[in-house]
Protein backbone atom coordinates (compact mmCIF):
# COMPACT_ATOMS: atom_id res chain seq x y z
CA UNK A 1 0.00 0.00 0.00
CA UNK A 2 0.90 3.22 -0.54
CA UNK A 3 -0.12 7.13 0.08
CA UNK A 4 -0.66 9.59 -3.38
CA UNK A 5 -2.08 12.67 -1.64
CA UNK A 6 -2.00 16.77 -0.98
CA UNK A 7 0.07 18.66 0.82
CA UNK A 8 -0.12 22.53 0.70
CA UNK A 9 0.91 23.27 -2.51
CA UNK A 10 2.59 19.94 -3.09
CA UNK A 11 1.66 16.10 -4.60
CA UNK A 12 3.31 14.05 -2.01
CA UNK A 13 3.80 10.48 -2.77
CA UNK A 14 4.83 8.03 0.43
CA UNK A 15 4.64 11.32 2.84
CA UNK A 16 7.64 13.13 0.37
CA UNK A 17 7.00 16.18 -1.98
CA UNK A 18 6.83 15.09 -5.59
CA UNK A 19 6.61 16.20 -9.09
CA UNK A 20 4.31 14.61 -11.27
CA UNK A 21 6.56 14.12 -14.36
CA UNK A 22 4.15 12.41 -17.07
CA UNK A 23 3.43 11.19 -21.01
CA UNK A 24 0.45 9.86 -22.33
CA UNK A 25 0.45 6.70 -23.83
CA UNK A 26 -2.48 5.07 -24.73
CA UNK A 27 -2.75 1.54 -25.11
CA UNK A 28 -5.40 1.13 -27.73
CA UNK A 29 -3.30 3.30 -30.07
CA UNK A 30 -0.05 0.99 -29.85
CA UNK A 31 -0.10 -2.88 -30.42
CA UNK A 32 0.17 -4.55 -26.96
CA UNK A 33 3.51 -6.38 -28.24
CA UNK A 34 4.78 -2.26 -27.91
CA UNK A 35 3.59 -1.26 -24.82
CA UNK A 36 6.84 -2.02 -23.00
CA UNK A 37 9.14 -0.89 -25.82
CA UNK A 38 7.12 2.72 -25.62
CA UNK A 39 7.11 2.66 -20.96
CA UNK A 40 10.91 2.36 -21.11
CA UNK A 41 11.35 5.18 -23.79
CA UNK A 42 9.14 7.27 -21.65
CA UNK A 43 11.19 6.40 -18.61
CA UNK A 44 14.26 6.78 -20.36
CA UNK A 45 13.09 10.80 -21.29
CA UNK A 46 13.12 11.35 -17.20
CA UNK A 47 9.13 10.59 -17.06
CA UNK A 48 8.39 8.97 -13.66
CA UNK A 49 4.44 8.38 -14.42
CA UNK A 50 2.11 7.41 -17.80
CA UNK A 51 -1.36 8.71 -18.36
CA UNK A 52 -3.86 6.81 -20.38
CA UNK A 53 -7.44 7.59 -21.59
CA UNK A 54 -10.07 4.73 -21.10
CA UNK A 55 -11.94 4.84 -24.26
CA UNK A 56 -15.89 3.18 -23.58
CA UNK A 57 -16.68 2.22 -27.09
CA UNK A 58 -13.35 0.43 -27.26
CA UNK A 59 -14.27 -1.25 -23.92
CA UNK A 60 -18.32 -1.98 -24.72
CA UNK A 61 -18.84 -2.06 -28.27
CA UNK A 62 -22.25 -3.09 -27.97
CA UNK A 63 -24.85 -2.81 -24.96
CA UNK A 64 -23.30 -5.68 -22.27
CA UNK A 65 -20.71 -6.51 -24.27
CA UNK A 66 -17.51 -6.01 -22.68
CA UNK A 67 -13.53 -6.49 -23.90
CA UNK A 68 -10.85 -6.21 -22.15
CA UNK A 69 -8.46 -8.57 -24.28
CA UNK A 70 -5.61 -7.60 -26.64
CA UNK A 71 -5.41 -4.02 -27.68
CA UNK A 72 -8.11 -3.41 -24.79
CA UNK A 73 -6.21 -5.27 -21.69
CA UNK A 74 -6.32 -1.89 -20.15
CA UNK A 75 -5.36 -3.83 -16.69
CA UNK A 76 -2.11 -5.85 -18.12
CA UNK A 77 -0.59 -1.75 -19.95
CA UNK A 78 -0.95 -0.16 -16.29
CA UNK A 79 0.88 -3.34 -14.68
CA UNK A 80 3.75 -3.23 -17.21
CA UNK A 81 3.92 0.14 -16.46
CA UNK A 82 4.31 -0.03 -12.28
CA UNK A 83 6.69 -3.30 -13.38
CA UNK A 84 8.50 -0.46 -15.55
CA UNK A 85 8.88 1.56 -12.42
CA UNK A 86 6.29 3.83 -13.47
CA UNK A 87 3.14 5.76 -11.69
CA UNK A 88 -0.39 5.58 -13.53
CA UNK A 89 -2.50 8.64 -14.13
CA UNK A 90 -5.85 6.96 -15.28
CA UNK A 91 -8.41 8.80 -16.86
CA UNK A 92 -11.86 6.42 -17.78
CA UNK A 93 -14.81 7.38 -19.55
CA UNK A 94 -17.65 8.08 -19.73
CA UNK A 95 -16.04 10.94 -22.24
CA UNK A 96 -12.51 11.36 -23.14
CA UNK A 97 -12.23 13.15 -26.30
CA UNK A 98 -8.91 12.44 -27.28
CA UNK A 99 -9.70 13.04 -30.68
CA UNK A 100 -11.26 9.18 -30.94
CA UNK A 101 -14.49 8.66 -32.32
CA UNK A 102 -17.05 9.76 -30.20
CA UNK A 103 -14.53 11.25 -27.75
CA UNK A 104 -15.00 7.43 -26.82
CA UNK A 105 -18.83 7.30 -26.37
CA UNK A 106 -20.24 4.28 -27.69
CA UNK A 107 -22.20 4.66 -31.12
CA UNK A 108 -25.02 2.83 -29.62
CA UNK A 109 -25.96 5.69 -26.97
CA UNK A 110 -27.19 7.73 -30.40
CA UNK A 111 -30.02 4.52 -30.83
CA UNK A 112 -32.22 6.69 -28.52
CA UNK A 113 -33.03 9.92 -29.94
CA UNK A 114 -34.13 11.40 -26.49
CA UNK A 115 -31.04 10.22 -24.18
CA UNK A 116 -28.70 13.03 -23.16
CA UNK A 117 -24.98 12.84 -23.61
CA UNK A 118 -23.12 14.17 -20.57
CA UNK A 119 -25.95 15.43 -17.93
CA UNK A 120 -27.43 13.74 -15.23
CA UNK A 121 -30.39 12.42 -17.63
CA UNK A 122 -31.41 8.94 -15.77
CA UNK A 123 -31.26 6.73 -18.96
CA UNK A 124 -27.52 8.33 -19.76
CA UNK A 125 -26.46 7.62 -16.35
CA UNK A 126 -28.31 3.55 -16.21
CA UNK A 127 -25.60 2.85 -19.09
CA UNK A 128 -22.51 5.27 -17.65
CA UNK A 129 -23.22 2.93 -14.26
CA UNK A 130 -23.85 -0.45 -15.81
CA UNK A 131 -20.08 0.08 -17.73
CA UNK A 132 -18.55 1.46 -14.27
CA UNK A 133 -19.61 -2.00 -12.55
CA UNK A 134 -17.55 -3.72 -15.15
CA UNK A 135 -14.69 -1.16 -15.30
CA UNK A 136 -13.47 0.44 -12.13
CA UNK A 137 -13.47 -2.80 -10.49
CA UNK A 138 -10.52 -4.09 -12.90
CA UNK A 139 -8.69 -0.69 -11.54
CA UNK A 140 -9.38 -1.27 -7.73
CA UNK A 141 -6.22 -4.00 -7.08
CA UNK A 142 -4.04 -1.56 -9.26
CA UNK A 143 -4.79 1.38 -7.11
CA UNK A 144 -1.74 2.54 -5.38
CA UNK A 145 -3.41 2.40 -2.17
CA UNK A 146 -3.92 -1.29 -2.89
CA UNK A 147 -0.13 -1.30 -3.55
CA UNK A 148 -0.59 -1.08 -7.38
CA UNK A 149 1.09 1.78 -9.76
CA UNK A 150 -2.53 4.13 -10.17
CA UNK A 151 -2.28 7.23 -8.18
CA UNK A 152 -4.80 9.52 -9.72
CA UNK A 153 -7.86 9.22 -11.74
CA UNK A 154 -9.91 12.05 -13.35
CA UNK A 155 -13.50 12.62 -13.43
CA UNK A 156 -14.82 13.33 -16.72
CA UNK A 157 -12.82 15.43 -19.17
CA UNK A 158 -12.87 18.93 -20.04
CA UNK A 159 -16.54 19.28 -18.98
CA UNK A 160 -16.23 23.05 -18.74
CA UNK A 161 -15.84 23.11 -22.34
CA UNK A 162 -19.19 21.34 -22.92
CA UNK A 163 -21.19 22.29 -20.33
CA UNK A 164 -22.40 23.05 -16.34
CA UNK A 165 -23.94 20.26 -14.98
CA UNK A 166 -22.40 19.66 -11.45
CA UNK A 167 -25.09 17.09 -10.53
CA UNK A 168 -23.54 15.23 -13.34
CA UNK A 169 -19.99 15.34 -12.71
CA UNK A 170 -20.76 15.05 -8.79
CA UNK A 171 -22.83 11.62 -9.79
CA UNK A 172 -19.76 10.67 -11.60
CA UNK A 173 -17.48 11.24 -8.72
CA UNK A 174 -19.47 9.93 -6.23
CA UNK A 175 -20.00 6.59 -8.08
CA UNK A 176 -16.35 6.10 -8.87
CA UNK A 177 -15.73 6.14 -4.97
CA UNK A 178 -18.06 4.10 -3.95
CA UNK A 179 -16.51 1.67 -6.66
CA UNK A 180 -13.55 1.99 -4.65
CA UNK A 181 -11.51 4.07 -6.04
CA UNK A 182 -10.14 5.65 -3.08
CA UNK A 183 -7.21 7.51 -5.01
CA UNK A 184 -6.70 11.48 -6.06
CA UNK A 185 -9.42 12.26 -7.88
CA UNK A 186 -9.36 15.53 -10.24
CA UNK A 187 -10.86 17.38 -13.11
CA UNK A 188 -8.70 18.98 -16.32
CA UNK A 189 -10.22 22.34 -17.77
CA UNK A 190 -9.31 25.12 -20.25
CA UNK A 191 -7.51 27.89 -18.30
CA UNK A 192 -10.52 30.28 -18.89
CA UNK A 193 -13.55 31.60 -16.41
CA UNK A 194 -16.41 29.85 -18.09
CA UNK A 195 -14.29 26.14 -18.35
CA UNK A 196 -13.27 26.20 -14.99
CA UNK A 197 -16.86 27.52 -13.49
CA UNK A 198 -18.65 24.82 -15.70
CA UNK A 199 -15.44 21.81 -14.73
CA UNK A 200 -14.79 22.38 -11.17
CA UNK A 201 -16.55 21.08 -8.42
CA UNK A 202 -16.13 20.38 -4.53
CA UNK A 203 -13.52 18.24 -3.44
CA UNK A 204 -11.67 17.71 -6.52
CA UNK A 205 -8.65 19.00 -7.67
CA UNK A 206 -9.13 21.15 -10.69
CA UNK A 207 -5.92 20.80 -13.22
CA UNK A 208 -5.58 23.06 -16.41
CA UNK A 209 -4.79 22.52 -19.98
CA UNK A 210 -2.77 24.91 -22.16
CA UNK A 211 0.14 24.60 -24.89
CA UNK A 212 2.05 27.82 -23.78
CA UNK A 213 1.52 30.40 -21.58
CA UNK A 214 2.35 28.35 -18.44
CA UNK A 215 2.53 31.38 -16.16
CA UNK A 216 -1.34 32.90 -17.43
CA UNK A 217 -2.93 30.13 -17.04
CA UNK A 218 -2.15 28.96 -13.60
CA UNK A 219 -2.85 32.97 -12.84
CA UNK A 220 -6.20 31.81 -14.08
CA UNK A 221 -6.31 28.88 -11.88
CA UNK A 222 -5.39 30.52 -8.71
CA UNK A 223 -8.25 32.88 -8.99
CA UNK A 224 -10.50 29.92 -8.43
CA UNK A 225 -8.35 27.45 -6.87
CA UNK A 226 -5.94 29.70 -4.62
CA UNK A 227 -4.22 26.40 -3.12
CA UNK A 228 -3.05 22.84 -4.17
CA UNK A 229 -0.65 21.81 -6.53
CA UNK A 230 -0.39 23.04 -9.88
CA UNK A 231 -0.56 20.56 -12.53
CA UNK A 232 -1.15 21.06 -16.63
CA UNK A 233 -2.83 17.84 -17.36
CA UNK A 234 -2.61 18.31 -20.97
CA UNK A 235 0.66 20.09 -22.06
CA UNK A 236 -0.44 20.31 -25.80
CA UNK A 237 3.30 20.14 -27.47
CA UNK A 238 2.35 18.84 -30.73
CA UNK A 239 -0.96 18.47 -32.94
CA UNK A 240 -2.98 16.03 -34.61
CA UNK A 241 -4.18 16.09 -38.83
CA UNK A 242 -7.17 16.51 -40.02
CA UNK A 243 -7.96 14.98 -43.94
CA UNK A 244 -7.83 17.59 -46.63
CA UNK A 245 -5.08 20.12 -44.43
CA UNK A 246 -1.57 20.50 -43.96
CA UNK A 247 0.42 18.58 -42.00
CA UNK A 248 0.96 19.68 -37.89
CA UNK A 249 3.91 20.63 -36.49
CA UNK A 250 5.60 22.40 -33.70
CA UNK A 251 9.36 23.03 -33.15
CA UNK A 252 11.60 21.35 -30.39
CA UNK A 253 12.75 25.02 -29.13
CA UNK A 254 9.15 26.57 -28.50
CA UNK A 255 8.33 23.23 -26.79
CA UNK A 256 11.07 23.13 -24.58
CA UNK A 257 10.90 26.71 -23.70
CA UNK A 258 7.15 26.26 -22.87
CA UNK A 259 8.23 22.98 -20.57
CA UNK A 260 10.73 25.43 -19.00
CA UNK A 261 8.35 27.92 -17.53
CA UNK A 262 5.77 25.63 -16.53
CA UNK A 263 8.57 23.90 -14.59
CA UNK A 264 9.74 27.48 -13.47
CA UNK A 265 5.90 28.14 -11.56
CA UNK A 266 6.94 24.87 -9.93
CA UNK A 267 4.12 22.99 -11.18
CA UNK A 268 3.91 19.15 -12.35
CA UNK A 269 2.79 18.20 -15.75
CA UNK A 270 1.40 15.54 -18.14
CA UNK A 271 2.39 15.59 -22.22
CA UNK A 272 -0.54 14.61 -24.45
CA UNK A 273 1.03 13.40 -26.09
CA UNK A 274 4.65 11.89 -24.83
CA UNK A 275 3.28 9.10 -28.28
CA UNK A 276 0.66 9.58 -30.14
CA UNK A 277 0.47 6.05 -31.80
CA UNK A 278 -2.45 5.19 -34.40
CA UNK A 279 -6.26 5.19 -34.75
CA UNK A 280 -6.55 1.85 -36.09
CA UNK A 281 -9.51 0.86 -38.01
CA UNK A 282 -12.20 3.32 -38.04
CA UNK A 283 -11.73 4.71 -34.70
CA UNK A 284 -10.46 8.35 -35.78
CA UNK A 285 -12.99 11.11 -34.86
CA UNK A 286 -13.35 14.49 -36.29
CA UNK A 287 -13.65 18.00 -35.39
CA UNK A 288 -16.40 20.48 -36.28
CA UNK A 289 -15.85 23.89 -35.79
CA UNK A 290 -17.15 25.76 -39.29
CA UNK A 291 -16.94 22.64 -40.79
CA UNK A 292 -16.63 18.80 -40.39
CA UNK A 293 -13.14 17.91 -40.21
CA UNK A 294 -12.57 13.98 -40.20
CA UNK A 295 -8.78 13.49 -38.49
CA UNK A 296 -6.37 10.76 -40.29
CA UNK A 297 -5.37 7.38 -38.64
CA UNK A 298 -1.89 8.47 -37.95
CA UNK A 299 -1.81 9.93 -34.15
CA UNK A 300 1.54 10.73 -34.63
CA UNK A 301 1.04 14.30 -33.40
CA UNK A 302 4.64 15.59 -34.07
CA UNK A 303 5.42 14.74 -29.82
CA UNK A 304 8.64 12.85 -28.39
CA UNK A 305 8.16 9.54 -30.20
CA UNK A 306 6.83 9.13 -33.73
CA UNK A 307 3.68 6.91 -34.83
CA UNK A 308 6.47 4.06 -35.35
CA UNK A 309 7.93 5.07 -31.64
CA UNK A 310 11.20 6.20 -32.81
CA UNK A 311 12.43 9.30 -30.24
CA UNK A 312 12.15 12.66 -32.46
CA UNK A 313 13.95 15.96 -31.46
CA UNK A 314 11.44 16.68 -28.77
CA UNK A 315 12.60 13.62 -26.99
CA UNK A 316 16.13 15.07 -26.25
CA UNK A 317 14.92 18.98 -26.10
CA UNK A 318 12.62 17.57 -23.12
CA UNK A 319 15.24 15.58 -21.33
CA UNK A 320 17.84 18.42 -21.51
CA UNK A 321 15.07 20.61 -19.90
CA UNK A 322 13.82 18.14 -17.04
CA UNK A 323 17.67 17.79 -16.36
CA UNK A 324 17.80 20.90 -14.87
CA UNK A 325 14.82 20.39 -12.91
CA UNK A 326 15.20 16.82 -11.61
CA UNK A 327 17.70 14.10 -11.00
CA UNK A 328 17.60 11.66 -14.15
CA UNK A 329 18.88 8.24 -14.54
CA UNK A 330 20.92 7.60 -17.22
CA UNK A 331 19.32 7.65 -20.85
CA UNK A 332 19.19 3.86 -21.55
CA UNK A 333 16.85 3.36 -24.39
CA UNK A 334 15.48 -0.18 -25.62
CA UNK A 335 16.92 -1.53 -29.05
CA UNK A 336 15.95 0.34 -31.79
CA UNK A 337 12.66 -1.80 -33.91
CA UNK A 338 13.65 -2.33 -37.29
CA UNK A 339 12.11 -0.76 -40.25
CA UNK A 340 11.76 -2.56 -43.65
CA UNK A 341 10.87 -1.96 -47.04
CA UNK A 342 9.47 -5.19 -48.44
CA UNK A 343 8.77 -3.64 -51.82
CA UNK A 344 5.70 -3.85 -54.09
CA UNK A 345 2.70 -5.90 -54.08
CA UNK A 346 0.60 -6.38 -56.52
CA UNK A 347 -3.33 -6.84 -55.85
CA UNK A 348 -4.40 -8.52 -58.74
CA UNK A 349 -7.91 -10.38 -57.41
CA UNK A 350 -10.92 -8.15 -57.42
CA UNK A 351 -14.26 -8.46 -55.73
CA UNK A 352 -17.03 -5.95 -57.09
CA UNK A 353 -19.06 -4.58 -53.94
CA UNK A 354 -21.94 -5.13 -55.20
CA UNK A 355 -21.75 -8.53 -56.08
CA UNK A 356 -20.14 -9.24 -52.65
CA UNK A 357 -23.70 -7.40 -50.84
CA UNK A 358 -24.77 -11.42 -49.42
CA UNK A 359 -21.24 -12.01 -48.29
CA UNK A 360 -20.84 -8.98 -46.27
CA UNK A 361 -24.26 -8.40 -44.94
CA UNK A 362 -28.09 -8.93 -44.31
CA UNK A 363 -30.55 -6.55 -45.94
CA UNK A 364 -32.83 -5.06 -43.89
CA UNK A 365 -36.31 -3.21 -45.09
CA UNK A 366 -37.11 0.51 -43.72
CA UNK A 367 -40.01 3.10 -45.45
CA UNK A 368 -37.07 5.93 -44.90
CA UNK A 369 -33.46 6.17 -44.71
CA UNK A 370 -32.32 5.45 -41.22
CA UNK A 371 -28.86 5.66 -40.06
CA UNK A 372 -26.62 3.31 -39.08
CA UNK A 373 -27.07 3.51 -35.33
CA UNK A 374 -31.06 2.73 -36.10
CA UNK A 375 -29.60 -0.53 -37.65
CA UNK A 376 -27.50 -1.61 -35.25
CA UNK A 377 -24.34 -0.37 -36.83
CA UNK A 378 -21.14 1.76 -35.64
CA UNK A 379 -18.34 1.88 -37.42
CA UNK A 380 -17.98 1.20 -41.78
CA UNK A 381 -20.02 2.26 -44.49
CA UNK A 382 -23.98 1.86 -45.45
CA UNK A 383 -25.52 1.08 -48.74
CA UNK A 384 -29.18 2.92 -49.40
CA UNK A 385 -31.09 1.23 -52.15
CA UNK A 386 -34.36 1.56 -53.73
CA UNK A 387 -36.16 2.07 -57.28
CA UNK A 388 -37.92 5.55 -58.91
CA UNK A 389 -40.20 5.41 -61.12
CA UNK A 390 -39.98 6.82 -64.41
CA UNK A 391 -40.17 8.86 -66.87
CA UNK A 392 -38.77 12.27 -64.70
CA UNK A 393 -36.77 14.76 -66.52
CA UNK A 394 -34.85 18.27 -64.99
CA UNK A 395 -35.03 17.36 -61.58
CA UNK A 396 -32.32 17.06 -59.25
CA UNK A 397 -31.26 14.36 -56.09
CA UNK A 398 -31.11 15.97 -53.04
CA UNK A 399 -29.74 13.91 -49.61
CA UNK A 400 -30.99 16.57 -46.84
CA UNK A 401 -28.13 15.52 -44.60
CA UNK A 402 -25.30 12.86 -45.75
CA UNK A 403 -23.02 11.70 -42.71
CA UNK A 404 -20.13 11.75 -44.10
CA UNK A 405 -19.62 10.49 -47.68
CA UNK A 406 -21.63 9.02 -49.60
CA UNK A 407 -21.61 7.64 -53.66
CA UNK A 408 -24.52 7.79 -55.81
CA UNK A 409 -25.25 5.03 -58.09
CA UNK A 410 -28.19 5.06 -61.04
CA UNK A 411 -28.59 1.34 -62.21
CA UNK A 412 -24.76 0.77 -61.27
CA UNK A 413 -23.16 3.73 -63.06
CA UNK A 414 -21.42 6.64 -60.30
CA UNK A 415 -23.08 9.73 -60.63
CA UNK A 416 -21.48 11.90 -58.39
CA UNK A 417 -20.32 11.95 -54.79
CA UNK A 418 -22.34 13.84 -51.92
CA UNK A 419 -20.14 15.01 -49.09
CA UNK A 420 -21.07 16.80 -46.20
CA UNK A 421 -18.85 19.56 -46.62
CA UNK A 422 -19.92 19.86 -50.17
CA UNK A 423 -23.96 18.81 -50.40
CA UNK A 424 -24.46 19.45 -53.72
CA UNK A 425 -27.36 18.48 -55.95
CA UNK A 426 -27.26 15.78 -57.94
CA UNK A 427 -28.65 16.34 -61.70
CA UNK A 428 -30.90 12.65 -62.19
CA UNK A 429 -33.17 11.95 -65.52
CA UNK A 430 -35.11 9.02 -64.92
CA UNK A 431 -36.06 6.71 -67.90
CA UNK A 432 -39.23 5.54 -68.40
CA UNK A 433 -39.22 2.12 -67.31
CA UNK A 434 -37.46 3.56 -63.54
CA UNK A 435 -33.89 2.81 -62.17
CA UNK A 436 -32.32 1.31 -59.11
CA UNK A 437 -30.68 4.13 -57.20
CA UNK A 438 -27.97 2.78 -54.45
CA UNK A 439 -25.90 5.61 -52.39
CA UNK A 440 -23.04 4.15 -50.16
CA UNK A 441 -22.10 6.23 -47.44
CA UNK A 442 -18.97 6.11 -45.39
CA UNK A 443 -18.92 7.56 -41.68
CA UNK A 444 -15.29 8.86 -41.74
CA UNK A 445 -15.30 9.68 -37.73
CA UNK A 446 -17.96 10.83 -35.13
CA UNK A 447 -17.75 14.80 -33.85
CA UNK A 448 -15.49 14.10 -30.66
CA UNK A 449 -15.27 17.55 -28.87
CA UNK A 450 -17.64 20.46 -28.82
CA UNK A 451 -21.38 21.16 -28.95
CA UNK A 452 -21.97 18.77 -32.26
CA UNK A 453 -20.74 15.64 -30.72
CA UNK A 454 -24.37 14.05 -31.36
CA UNK A 455 -23.36 13.01 -34.57
CA UNK A 456 -25.57 10.02 -35.70
CA UNK A 457 -24.15 8.21 -39.37
CA UNK A 458 -25.37 7.81 -42.73
CA UNK A 459 -28.55 9.55 -44.04
CA UNK A 460 -30.35 11.45 -41.48
CA UNK A 461 -32.62 13.34 -42.88
CA UNK A 462 -34.32 11.60 -46.07
CA UNK A 463 -33.74 11.54 -49.89
CA UNK A 464 -35.58 13.88 -52.22
CA UNK A 465 -35.80 13.92 -56.15
CA UNK A 466 -36.97 17.59 -56.30
CA UNK A 467 -39.32 17.77 -53.74
CA UNK A 468 -40.20 14.40 -53.64
CA UNK A 469 -39.34 12.30 -50.70
CA UNK A 470 -38.23 8.78 -51.92
CA UNK A 471 -39.45 5.67 -49.69
CA UNK A 472 -39.18 2.02 -49.14
CA UNK A 473 -35.74 1.38 -49.18
CA UNK A 474 -33.38 -2.14 -48.78
CA UNK A 475 -30.44 -0.76 -46.11
CA UNK A 476 -27.37 -2.89 -45.89
CA UNK A 477 -24.87 -2.66 -43.19
CA UNK A 478 -21.80 -3.04 -44.11
CA UNK A 479 -19.05 -2.32 -40.96
CA UNK A 480 -16.49 -4.41 -42.82
CA UNK A 481 -15.28 -6.25 -39.13
CA UNK A 482 -14.84 -9.52 -41.49
CA UNK A 483 -13.96 -9.37 -44.68
CA UNK A 484 -13.54 -13.76 -44.84
CA UNK A 485 -16.38 -14.22 -47.25
CA UNK A 486 -15.38 -12.34 -49.70
CA UNK A 487 -15.03 -14.05 -52.95
CA UNK A 488 -12.04 -12.45 -55.37
CA UNK A 489 -11.64 -12.79 -59.13
CA UNK A 490 -8.07 -12.29 -60.83
CA UNK A 491 -7.82 -9.11 -62.48
CA UNK A 492 -10.95 -8.11 -64.81
CA UNK A 493 -13.02 -11.83 -64.48
CA UNK A 494 -15.96 -12.20 -63.83
CA UNK A 495 -19.15 -10.13 -63.88
CA UNK A 496 -21.59 -8.05 -61.80
CA UNK A 497 -24.91 -8.31 -61.14
CA UNK A 498 -26.11 -6.85 -64.65
CA UNK A 499 -24.07 -9.21 -66.27
CA UNK A 500 -21.85 -6.89 -67.11
CA UNK A 501 -17.75 -7.66 -67.19
CA UNK A 502 -17.32 -6.45 -63.81
CA UNK A 503 -13.08 -5.62 -63.91
CA UNK A 504 -11.44 -3.04 -61.81
CA UNK A 505 -13.22 -0.18 -59.97
CA UNK A 506 -11.50 2.07 -62.84
CA UNK A 507 -13.23 0.28 -65.48
CA UNK A 508 -16.71 0.12 -63.75
CA UNK A 509 -17.04 2.90 -61.43
CA UNK A 510 -17.88 0.83 -58.48
CA UNK A 511 -16.22 0.48 -55.04
CA UNK A 512 -13.94 -2.82 -55.32
CA UNK A 513 -11.71 -5.16 -52.91
CA UNK A 514 -8.52 -6.02 -54.07
CA UNK A 515 -6.49 -8.69 -52.89
CA UNK A 516 -2.69 -9.79 -53.00
CA UNK A 517 -0.35 -11.85 -50.79
CA UNK A 518 3.26 -10.87 -50.23
CA UNK A 519 6.21 -13.05 -48.35
CA UNK A 520 8.09 -12.20 -45.10
CA UNK A 521 11.10 -13.73 -43.93
CA UNK A 522 11.50 -11.78 -40.90
CA UNK A 523 8.56 -9.07 -39.39
CA UNK A 524 10.05 -5.92 -39.20
CA UNK A 525 7.75 -2.39 -39.18
CA UNK A 526 6.81 -0.93 -42.58
CA UNK A 527 4.44 1.67 -44.28
CA UNK A 528 2.15 1.08 -47.09
CA UNK A 529 2.04 3.79 -49.64
CA UNK A 530 -0.87 4.44 -51.86
CA UNK A 531 0.45 6.19 -55.15
CA UNK A 532 -2.03 6.03 -57.73
CA UNK A 533 -5.15 5.19 -55.49
CA UNK A 534 -7.50 7.42 -54.75
CA UNK A 535 -9.54 6.49 -51.27
CA UNK A 536 -10.40 3.54 -49.62
CA UNK A 537 -9.37 1.29 -46.41
CA UNK A 538 -6.40 -1.53 -46.02
CA UNK A 539 -6.42 -5.08 -43.92
CA UNK A 540 -3.68 -6.73 -43.28
CA UNK A 541 -4.34 -10.08 -42.35
CA UNK A 542 -7.57 -9.16 -41.59
CA UNK A 543 -6.80 -6.42 -39.19
CA UNK A 544 -7.88 -3.01 -40.33
CA UNK A 545 -5.33 -0.73 -40.64
CA UNK A 546 -7.27 2.01 -41.26
CA UNK A 547 -7.98 4.99 -44.35
CA UNK A 548 -5.94 5.98 -47.04
CA UNK A 549 -7.15 8.96 -49.51
CA UNK A 550 -5.34 11.00 -52.39
CA UNK A 551 -6.37 14.23 -50.62
CA UNK A 552 -3.67 14.00 -48.02
CA UNK A 553 -1.50 15.31 -45.89
CA UNK A 554 -0.82 11.49 -44.59
CA UNK A 555 0.17 9.47 -47.68
CA UNK A 556 1.54 6.14 -45.28
CA UNK A 557 -0.09 3.91 -43.17
CA UNK A 558 1.92 1.99 -40.25
CA UNK A 559 2.40 -1.54 -40.10
CA UNK A 560 3.88 -2.67 -37.07
CA UNK A 561 5.75 -5.75 -37.72
CA UNK A 562 3.62 -7.78 -34.73
CA UNK A 563 0.15 -7.69 -37.21
CA UNK A 564 2.69 -9.65 -40.43
CA UNK A 565 3.24 -13.28 -40.44
CA UNK A 566 6.40 -14.97 -41.14
CA UNK A 567 5.43 -16.35 -44.57
CA UNK A 568 2.73 -15.57 -46.61
CA UNK A 569 0.74 -12.37 -46.14
CA UNK A 570 -2.62 -11.18 -47.13
CA UNK A 571 -3.51 -7.43 -48.07
CA UNK A 572 -6.91 -6.22 -49.25
CA UNK A 573 -7.59 -2.90 -50.25
CA UNK A 574 -11.33 -1.56 -50.79
CA UNK A 575 -10.78 1.11 -52.96
CA UNK A 576 -13.98 3.62 -53.58
CA UNK A 577 -12.77 5.50 -57.00
CA UNK A 578 -9.98 3.12 -58.87
CA UNK A 579 -6.51 2.73 -59.11
CA UNK A 580 -4.24 3.96 -61.92
CA UNK A 581 -2.51 0.24 -61.16
CA UNK A 582 -3.42 -2.53 -58.52
CA UNK A 583 0.08 -2.05 -56.64
CA UNK A 584 1.37 -0.84 -53.48
CA UNK A 585 4.29 -0.65 -51.98
CA UNK A 586 6.14 -1.34 -48.59
CA UNK A 587 8.55 1.43 -47.29
CA UNK A 588 10.58 2.02 -44.37
CA UNK A 589 9.73 5.55 -43.83
CA UNK A 590 6.34 7.04 -42.80
CA UNK A 591 4.71 10.21 -45.22
CA UNK A 592 2.88 12.48 -42.82
CA UNK A 593 2.60 15.29 -45.22
Keep these: MATFGI ?82 IVRPSPYICAEWEFGGLPAWLLEDANLRLRCFDEAYLAKVDAYFDELLPRFKPLLCTNGGPIVAMQIENEYGSYGNDKAYLEYIRDGMKKRGMDVLLFTSDGPEDHMLQGGMIDGVLETVNFGSRAAEAFRKLREYQPEGPLMCTEFWNGWFDHWMEEHQSRPAADVAEALEEMLREGASVNFYMFHGGTNFGFYNGANHIKRYEPTVNSYDYDTLLDE ?270 GTSAPVVRLTDKADLG
Excluded at 17 to 46: M, N, Q, T
Excluded at 429 to 452: K, Q
Excluded at 503 to 532: L, M
Design 308 to 577: SGEPTEKFWAVRRVLERYAELPEAKLPAPIPKRAYGEVRLEETADLFRQLDRLSSPVRRAAPEPMEKVGQAYGFILYSTRVTGPRSGMSLILQEVRDRALVFADGKHVGTVERWNPVELPLEVPAEGLRLDILVENMGRVNYGPLMRDPKGITEGVRLGNQFLYDWTIRPLPLDSLAGLEFDSAGEGQDEAGRASGSASETGHPTFYRGTFRVEERSDTFVRFDGWTKGVAFLNGFNLGRYWEVGPTRTLYVPAPLLREGENELIVFELH
Design 7 to 88: QGNDFVYEGKPIRILSGAIHYFRVVPEYWEDRLLKLKACGFNTVETYVPWNVHEPTPGQFVFEGLADVERFVRLAGETGLHV
